[in-house]
């Protein structure tokens, strides 16, 4: 079962979608990152994975901390009713999110690992890595429901708080995150947007981002304050 096809955006839309997306997620990140969906019952259930189709290349693979674009259909397993199509939304347009960090239910988190640009996937989820006991009323899914997703990826970009974003905002190297460098990189990104912003919104989002990261107050953000997928590199 599949829904409606739908066309992607242009190139320069798509540019300017993903650079909003991707400084809205950076600076969401620069909170606490939680997940989402899940209960505690996961000891005896897993997520099923079946691979439809793979492509030959494929030089790079998704990892937790990963900005993916995707399409995925939902259903659920009882009886194959559709509950989500996100061909359906925003005009269509596959979604973008950051893997592993709570953006979507943990099934889907775990089941979008290690996944090529290309590939195609159907996955089955138990509750306690979907909606568990409670379910998802507005989104039509029953108390303990067994979810199935079919999922088409289209692309795995790093995401924004990836080793490689660290390493480019620590521009002396020192393995630690100064406001000055911090300021450098938003003042690029803001660069980027077709909506300027003014210094002051700048100011605010870097007082911000200090408040809620440089937990020992010492003026720097430390791999350790900035990693929050906790990768073994830093």
Excluded at 71 to 98: I, M, N
Excluded at 158 to 164: D, L
């Amino acid at each position: 079962m599949r829904c409606r096809a739908c066309s992607r955006p242009g190139g320069s839309a798509l540019r300017t979608m993903l650079f909003l997306f991707r400084l809205a997620v950076f600076l969401s990140l620069w909170g606490c990152s939680h997940g989402q969906g899940h209960t505690d019952d996961e000891g005896t259930e897993e997520v099923k994975i079946e691979v439809l189709h793979r492509p030959e290349n494929c030089s790079k693979t998704s990892r937790k901390g990963d900005l993916l674009n995707a399409h995925y259909d939902g259903y659920l397993a009882k009886d194959g009713s559709k509950f989500y199509c996100s061909r359906t939304q925003d005009e269509g347009h596959p979604k973008w999110f950051v893997l592993g960090v709570g953006h979507v239910i943990k099934g889907l988190d775990l089941a979008m690992m290690d996944m090529c640009p290309g590939e195609k996937r159907k996955v089955i989820i138990p509750p306690s890595f979907a909606y568990g006991k409670e379910g998802y009323a507005e989104g039509k899914i029953p108390p303990n429901a067994t979810l199935m997703f079919e999922i088409e990826l289209y692309a795995v970009t790093k995401g924004p708080r990836s080793i490689e974003t660290f390493k480019q905002i620590d521009t002396d190297n020192d393995r630690q995150l100064s406001k000055a460098e911090i300021e450098l990189y938003l003042q690029k990104d803001f660069e980027k947007d077709a909506k300027p912003r003014d210094k002051s919104y700048q100011n605010a989002v870097l007082e911000d981002i200090f408040k809620k990261n440089d937990h020992n107050r010492d003026g720097f953000i430390s791999p350790k304050e900035y990693n929050v997928h906790q990768h073994d590199e830093l």
